[in-house]
């Protein structure tokens, strides 16, 4: 699940996306609703320009729906299409079709003027590692046809999903790298696990978390764990060790193991639904 990043990889992948956004129309571009900035790539409106962009606020089943609506408007506001799913379950799947169609209207309208009737728009969908870009081409295409197959023009072996009579899908998504310079997006990425913990030890990112959520949802740790409001963060991970049971030698709290119980609740989705930023106002 986790992966690490090497300048080979971002060499590869940006001439990866260079190469693929020649064939398409639209790119759909998955976030994560809890960091929907902090989980974007650095590059795609770079990479991106001149296609029709629609941002899909993936995982939205573990951010706080309010703040969910926020960063749609946000997004809105910017000029992206922008829908919330829950590509595991399938939430907000359905109405993508018609979004697709919507978000590519511009193209289809200038299609259109020029005689050019029915061609079928082509997508393809990016983001970080752990976005949920799998899981959403396989929600997608569960309820579409067969692989087009290959075609004219297209490096071999590239399938496109047909969705329906007017929207085909290049079937393997493009994995872009997330910001790594900002300290602060580094925390949210291993906060959610989508890069290694390496940044800090698993101590001492679980006690990051304990102070994110001491400032924007205080109570709820003490609630879940059944633990009595702690002094600080490392308090907070030897109480939950304690009302968990976790101990090294028979008698010692394991911290480090109330940690990954932690952030393994937290990723889970098990601590409730907590957005980890919000659009600044
Ligand atoms: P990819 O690396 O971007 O292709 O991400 P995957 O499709 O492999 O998904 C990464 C993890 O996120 C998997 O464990 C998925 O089950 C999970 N996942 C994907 N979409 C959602 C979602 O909308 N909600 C939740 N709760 N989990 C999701």
Redesign the pocket.
């Known amino acids: 699940?986790h992966f690490q990043w090497y300048p080979g990889h971002m060499t590869k992948a940006r001439r990866m996306m260079q190469e693929n956004i020649k064939l398409i129309d639209l790119i759909i571009e998955?976030v994560d609703a809890r960091i929907p900035l902090s989980s974007r790539n650095p590059d795609i409106d770079e990479l991106g320009k001149g296609k029709a962009r629609l941002i899909l606020l993936?995982?939205?089943?573990?951010a706080e729906d309010r703040i969910n609506d926020e960063w749609i408007a946000y997004f809105k506001d910017k000029g992206y299409s922008a829908v919330k799913?829950?590509?595991?379950?399938g939430g907000g799947i359905k109405s993508i079709q018609s979004v697709i169609q919507e978000a590519c209207r511009e193209k289809t309208e200038r299609d259109r003027k020029r005689g050019i009737l029915n061609r079928p728009v082509r997508a393809m969908v990016v983001?970080i590692?752990?976005?949920?870009?799998?899981?959403?081409i396989n929600a997608l295409a569960g309820k579409a046809c067969a692989k087009t197959g290959n075609k004219p023009g297209v490096t071999k072996g590239k399938q496109w999903i047909r969705l329906n009579k007017s929207v085909e899908l290049l079937d393997t998504?493009g994995?872009l790298w997330p910001k790594f310079e900002d300290q602060e997006v580094g925390l949210k990425l291993a906060f959610i696990g989508s890069i290694k913990d390496e940044i800090l030890q698993t101590e001492e990112l679980a006690a990051e978390l304990v102070k994110f959520m001491g400032n924007s949802y205080p109570g709820v740790l003490e609630e879940k764990y059944a633990i009595p409001e702690p002094g600080d963060a490392y308090e907070c991970l030897a109480e939950i060790a304690k009302s968990r049971h976790c101990l090294v030698r028979g008698s010692e709290l394991d911290t480090e193991k109330a940690a990954a119980i932690l952030l393994d609740d937290f990723r889970g989705?098990r601590l409730g639904r907590i957005t980890l930023e919000t659009p600044e106002k």
């Open positions: 699940m998955l993936n995982k939205a089943d573990l799913v829950n590509s595991k379950k983001g590692p752990n976005v949920g870009k799998s899981t959403f998504p994995i989705g």
